[in-house]
């Protein structure tokens, strides 16, 4: 089955610098790659998502990119704010198939 | 709040005892998801349904399990004899079935404690 690793597992960053969190996932046949922002006690909320037939996607001052040559995809946050602190997930979707398959988590600290 | 509700949102339970949990997805969603999220970890998928017809199981997801989806609503996910490496934070998700998005939509969760 799939497997998505995800790297770092604890970043802290001063704010108003950028933020890079990455991913790599194991099974070819992935086709979509969302990222979730967990904050503490609150569901996963989507923050952009990407598909396989494209190599970037922008919202604002969050970009995600996809190699599927290399099967990455990373998380770029700009500017960073202090309400961007919280738990980042990737995952990968599987075409053709419905499930999720999550990273580890990357727990993101801005410092005023 | 038209968003995923789930209920109760905490549970504590001892050991052995049956619990139920209730998800209410995005009233037009056609799919509905169960994961499971331990401290530190990302969401474990556990089952989906399209409409009524639960389509996938997870191998997480032993005999003591089972979900229903009677008329394509709501979702119900018990767990008979609970043990203590049950406890986690059981969350529901719901999606559209549309080729524009495959966005799933979390609910706020089930803490489940098994002491």
């Known amino acids: 089955g799939e497997n998505v690793e995800q790297h770092p597992s604890t970043l802290s960053v001063q704010e108003g610098d950028s933020a890079v969190i990455k991913c790599t996932y194991s099974?070819?046949?992935?086709?979509?790659f969302p990222w979730y922002k967990q904050e503490l006690g609150k569901r996963p909320q989507l923050i952009i998502d990407?598909?396989?037939?494209?190599g970037e996607k922008k919202d604002q001052r969050i970009a995600v990119t996809l190699n599927k040559t290399a099967k990455h995809f990373s998380l770029h946050i700009t500017e960073t704010q202090p309400e961007d602190s919280a738990v980042y997930f990737c995952?990968?979707?599987?075409?053709?198939?419905?499930?999720?398959?999550f990273g580890t988590g990357t727990r993101l600290t801005i410092i005023p | 709040d038209t968003g995923v509700s789930q209920d109760p949102r905490h549970k504590i339970t001892k050991r052995g005892q049956n619990v139920t949990f209730r998800c209410d997805p995005i009233?037009?969603?056609?799919?509905l998801y169960w994961y499971r999220q331990t401290l530190g970890q990302g969401p474990e998928f556990l089952t989906y349904?399209?409409?009524?017809?639960?389509?996938?199981k997870s191998r997480l997801l032993s005999d003591r399990f089972s979900a229903e989806r009677p008329k394509g609503s709501f979702s119900t996910l018990e767990i008979q004899r609970t043990e203590q490496g049950d406890s986690a934070m059981y969350l529901c998700?719901?999606?559209?079935?549309?080729?524009?998005?495959?966005?799933?939509?979390f609910g706020p969760g089930t803490r489940l404690t098994v002491t």
């Open positions: 009233s037009e969603h056609n799919r």
């Open positions: 349904f399209q409409n009524e017809a639960q389509l996938e």
């Open positions: 099974d070819s046949a992935s086709n979509y």
């Open positions: 998700a719901s999606s559209l079935d549309s080729s524009s998005s495959y966005e799933q939509y």
């Open positions: 990407i598909r396989s037939n494209v």
């Open positions: 995952a990968a979707r599987r075409q053709r198939n419905e499930k999720l398959t």
